[in-house]
């Protein structure tokens, strides 16, 4: 078979590109690729907004390539585009397959099967994928056939069915490398400026559950990691392919799994592989000694999700940490002097204007090297989403706002607009401060960062030129 897989195009024009000027590559469709070229499929992959694709030029190379089937992988933020290209697709060639995957279709399928999509393939894809590709191939899209793969949603008639879930995949090292040999590798970005990065996964998976966030519900509850022998496999090759030494890790929790990360180490040191690497990890998941080891072997930056300054509102969610662990975590990196990011959210619905601007002072005391300041935002799947659906707490269902900067819900005790504000009132507070700006202009990174939190700032700025604001 002939499968394009594609990230729709047109969401390069979309806010939530446009803030960082991010340009990454989707791993997710390289990890299919390579199983669906294991199985002998040939392959393409267009990654529409790293390569400047529009909708009427994506079409030209559908029907120049001639697919037997095409892939399209979207976010909620982006979700809109990648409808408006399956209806186009549609448009071209009514009887090509349309399918599509990513986390808003695993929740919202009934959604993406008015909406140009034939199938979807709930959760973890890349068997999914392949064994409704290898049935396409002999039958089609017969639905007693489909009936029988796990992980799908598709019509029958009128009908939806729902198959089973798929088990998540035990033994990650069953998959190949992701297949970076059909992505644009020379042309990511971030800050609008190119830069050569292997994003690279050890893990999937997370115990924790926290309601706001959907990679437990996504991935599972269970954390699977792949042998520190095939990721720094995978990572040597391909340092050695693209003439890069930098790596980002994409796990939610890296160092949850402290045998992996010490025999990852290890094989770093083994290899003499010299690489600069950034990765996630959680308070209560590393110890000093970790992180003395982990920068001692080319880690350059750790992403800590804080998420609160107030213990309950961190009970509440799920987060299972203490403000004291973050405390301590937060000194240790400034001993070990260890970039570090601190995320935290505010505006959930049970919390009032002081408890979000506790949340930003706390973040101020804890002082890390930055903070990613967000606004909470329902995803789709989440424990957070069906709360607020059932309490009537969202007011904005246009799914391009959901980009975490944009307030889509009021709370008990705000309105969407206070939420907006109190967003905008963060990140002025936290990088207006004098000795932070010193920091960075010692660094030489103050250009960077004013640029990056001017844009965060867009969607406040947007609503004052557009007369949308109600201050």
Not at 96 to 125: C, K
Not at 427 to 441: D, T
Request: glycine share 8%; hydrophobic share 40%; charged share 25%.
């Amino acid at each position: 078979m002939r499968v394009l897989l594609a990230v729709p195009p047109g969401i390069d024009k979309l806010e939530l590109y446009k803030v960082l000027g991010l340009k990454a590559p989707p791993l997710g469709l390289a990890w299919i690729a390579a199983v669906l070229e294991m199985a002998g499929h040939k392959v393409r992959i267009i990654d529409s907004p790293t390569e400047g694709v529009d909708l009427k030029t994506f079409i030209n190379e559908v029907e120049s390539w001639s697919p037997d089937v095409v892939g399209i992988t979207s976010i909620t933020p982006t979700i809109y585009k990648a409808y408006d290209a399956a209806k186009a697709i549609k448009e071209y060639d009514k009887d090509l397959p349309v399918i599509m995957g990513g986390p808003h279709v695993t929740f919202m399928y009934e959604e993406a099967l008015s909406n140009g999509v034939d199938v979807v393939v709930r959760g973890e894809g890349e068997y999914t994928t392949l064994e409704l590709v290898n049935t396409m191939e002999k039958a089609g899209l017969d639905a007693e056939r489909l009936k029988s793969i796990r992980g799908l949603a598709f019509r029958r008639g009128g009908e939806i069915v729902r198959t089973p879930d798929r088990p998540p995949i035990r033994n990650l090292d069953e998959l190949p490398p992701p297949a970076r040999h059909l992505l644009p590798m020379d042309k990511y970005t971030l800050f609008g400026k190119p830069i050569k990065i292997i994003h690279a996964m050890a893990s999937r998976g997370c115990p924790y559950g926290c309601s706001y966030c959907s990679t437990s519900y996504f991935w599972g509850r269970m954390i699977r990691y792949r042998s520190a022998e095939a990721v720094a496999d995978e990572i040597e090759g391909a340092v050695n392919k693209y003439k890069t030494n930098i790596v980002v890790f994409t796990d939610d929790e890296f160092t949850l799994g402290k045998r992996f990360v010490y025999d990852f180490l290890r094989e770093i040191r083994e290899r003499g592989l010299d690489i600069s690497f950034s990765c996630g990890s959680r308070v209560d998941t590393i110890d000093r000694d970790m992180m003395a080891k982990l920068k001692e072997h080319g880690c350059t930056a750790l992403y800590f999700g804080v998420e609160s300054g107030s213990q309950d509102t961190i009970n509440r969610v799920g987060k299972n940490i203490t403000l004291e662990q973050a405390n301590r975590v937060f000194q240790w990196a400034k001993e070990i002097n260890i970039d570090h990011v601190g995320s935290f959210i505010i505006g959930f619905p049970w919390e009032t204007i002081d408890d979000m601007k506790n949340t930003v002072r706390f973040a101020m005391k804890l002082n890390p090297t930055y903070a990613q300041l967000t606004v909470a935002t329902p995803y789709p799947g989440t424990p957070l989403y069906y709360q607020a659906v059932n309490e009537g707490l969202i007011e904005d269902w246009n799914w391009e706002d959901y980009t975490t900067l944009r307030a889509v819900m009021r709370g008990y005790r705000f309105t969407r607009e206070q939420a907006q504000r109190m967003l905008r009132w963060a990140y002025v507070k936290f990088y207006s401060r004098p000795k932070f700006l010193v920091r960075e202009l010692i660094h030489g990174r103050l250009g960077t960062i004013i640029t990056a939190v001017r844009n965060s700032l867009v969607p406040w700025f947007n609503e004052k030129l557009l007369g949308r604001s109600s201050e």
